[in-house]
């Protein structure tokens, strides 16, 4: 699944230039993709959506300066690395709240317990080019690395 969201990211400038899911799941098949994992890809990112539509109201900087107080759920399925990856995220102005509640519901919806530094980066990659955030080089740049190699150059 991360293969195909990193290739969507790589190929479509703006969610908007991605195709219909259907005709999505025909070229992702035709490039080589698994049905499995295309449908997994495409029932994620329709599950982006809904969390993107249920949290539109809170888009604009209201509640700006919130604190998020994780639930020990979510500190033992996020893990150690991903909530401090979320905190950077948030200290750097890249994550507003409404966008770090996604980031939150779209990694615990992957149900790969703790959460690894290279799976965060690329859902809030995702989270990011799903909203067309505007973000810092250097902020990309964290987004864009890791050591296993699972990410783009």
Not at 80 to 88: P, Y
């Amino acid at each position: 699944m991360f293969d195909i969201l990193v290739y969507l990211f790589e190929t479509y400038y703006t969610p908007q230039a991605c195709p219909k899911a259907e005709i999505l799941a025909h070229k992702l098949a035709a490039i080589g993709f698994e049905d499995e994992e295309i449908n997994e890809a495409l029932s994620w990112l329709h599950g982006l959506r809904e969390s993107a539509a249920m949290h539109q109201p809170l888009l604009p900087q209201h509640h700006a300066h919130s604190i998020r107080v994780f639930t020990e759920h979510e500190q033992q399925a996020l893990g150690h690395e991903a909530i401090s990856f979320i905190r950077f995220l948030e200290n750097s102005g890249a994550l507003p709240p409404a966008l770090r509640e996604i980031l939150i519901e779209r990694t615990l919806a992957i149900h790969e317990y703790p959460v690894s530094l290279p799976t965060i980066k690329i859902v809030a990659l995702m989270v990011l080019w799903n909203h067309e955030v505007e973000i810092d080089h250097l902020v990309f740049e964290e987004l864009l690395t890791d050591d296993e190699n699972r990410l783009c150059h």
